[in-house]
């Protein structure tokens, strides 16, 4: 049997039939390959296009006689271990230089490029505000397309820039959005920084409008820093925070947060057993609530702040002033409002009674909790409730029961 020799243009391989026998792969099988490496090949084609365009585009920069502008550029646009060095934005490390630096569209680099040479002639003529600008710019358009670390890079430029001309205005706001950017990162720590560095600036120079906005500032990195803590933890760290929300909070006139730091603290305070200080912050929090000040203040969060509060009363040997402070939280809730708070409170009331052996009161408030419970979505409520309520209707069937055990005893044994 004569073989023939197969093209050597035909360079796709033999296919294996189930018998081991080669078989020639069909006309679509061929044109679907062929379309696969057209595409590979013009993803590389386009790759190398944005590589020169970016060559080009650095090259012109050194032309033009710019070498801040092309360090600057260079660096921006060439990912870790790209030359000597490893090719690092300044104070990132190499993974995070290789997000920032990934390819860029052609129009990215243009803008990119035209900035940083605007940047490069105003620092020339020594003028600092038209290089922020410039510098801000970019870096708003970088935190525009989600990349933070090279937003990051051009508003520390920013920052250091206007702290060596001694450019108030200028450190001011790069200070506040590198904390922006700092949060959005989750560097809590460092945007804690900025925004109390801001805040120093702006009660050096008096500048009360700037203050209060750094407060507000600092009430939510130092909530999430204080809640971070709490995770850890760390308890003294968490309720240093939160004392430094509050007075941020308070300076900030910001009752929202205000209430929400005395509501954690108090939790957390109870949580340590640590009656009177929980007392003192959920008496605060419940405050605040009342007052109608702290507006989209959780309705579940008030319930569960005076059920807690009650509970700091208990522990204390005040059980009088516990159920009253209960009662008075149901009389206040009407029913078109969230009634997880109500619920929670009735349970607790229930079990107030209970304890103190006042079993038909018990069951009046088990019963309200039961059917409360019946109107929320939350199966282990609801089964709690019908727990307390069979419990608590026992015991009021027992007390008859006891009473004519301890009444006539002999009668009973002779029976």
């Keep these: 049997m004569t073989m023939t020799a197969r093209s050597h243009h035909d360079k796709s391989p033999p296919v294996l039939s189930s018998s081991g026998r080669s078989e020639k792969r069909t006309f679509k099988e061929k044109l679907h390959e062929a379309i696969l490496q057209a595409e590979d090949a013009e993803l590389e084609a386009l790759r190398e296009a944005q590589k020169q365009d970016k060559k080009t585009l650095a090259v012109s920069l ?16 060439n990912p870790a271990g790209g030359r000597r060095g490893g090719g690092r934005l300044p104070g990132l490390s190499s993974a995070e230089t290789a997000e920032a630096s990934g390819d860029l569209p052609p129009q990215s680099l243009v803008l990119l490029k035209d900035q940083l040479v605007r940047a490069n002639a105003a620092l020339d003529d020594g003028n600092v505000q038209e290089v922020c600008e410039a510098y801000k710019q970019l870096a708003k358009y970088f935190a525009q397309m989600g990349r933070l670390r090279t937003a990051e890079f051009f508003f520390q430029k920013c920052l250091h820039l206007s702290k060596e001309a001694g450019w108030f205005p200028g450190e001011l706001e790069a200070n506040l959005a590198l904390g ?108 605040l609530s009342n007052s109608g000040l702290a507006v989209g203040t959780d309705k579940s969060a008030e319930g569960a702040a005076h059920t807690t509060y009650a509970n700091c009363l208990q522990e204390v040997g005040d059980m009088a002033t516990a159920i009253s402070s209960l009662e008075a939280y149901l009389e206040t809730m009407s029913k078109g409002m969230d009634q997880t708070g109500p619920a929670i409170a009735c349970c607790s009331l229930g079990i107030l009674f209970y304890n103190k052996a006042q079993f038909q009161q018990s069951v009046t408030y088990f019963q309200r909790f039961f059917e409360l419970a019946r109107g929320l979505s939350d199966n282990a409520m609801l089964e709690a409730a019908r727990f307390n309520l069979g419990v608590a209707r026992g015991a009021v069937l027992m007390e008859p029961f006891m009473n004519v055990v301890n009444s006539d005893l002999p009668k009973l044994i002779a029976w």
């Excluded at 050194?62 to 646009?77: I, M, N, S």
């Design 180 to 287: 922006i950017v700092y949060e959005e990162l989750g560097d809590v720590a460092i945007a804690v920084a900025c925004h109390e560095r801001r805040l120093e600036l702006a009660a050096e120079s008096g500048a009360m409008e700037i203050a209060t906005s750094a407060c507000q500032s600092l009430t939510s990195v130092y909530l999430r820093q204080a809640e971070e803590f709490n995770a850890k933890k760390d308890v003294d760290a968490a309720l240093d925070a939160y004392n430094k929300c509050l007075n941020a909070a308070e300076r900030a006139d910001n009752p929202a947060v205000l209430s929400k730091a005395h509501y954690q603290m108090g939790m957390l305070y109870h949580q340590h057993g640590k009656w009177t200080d929980a007392m003192y912050y959920l008496r605060r929090f419940i405050e």
């Design 62 to 77: 050194l032309v033009e006689g710019k070498p801040r502008a092309y360090v600057d550029f260079f660096q921006l646009t």
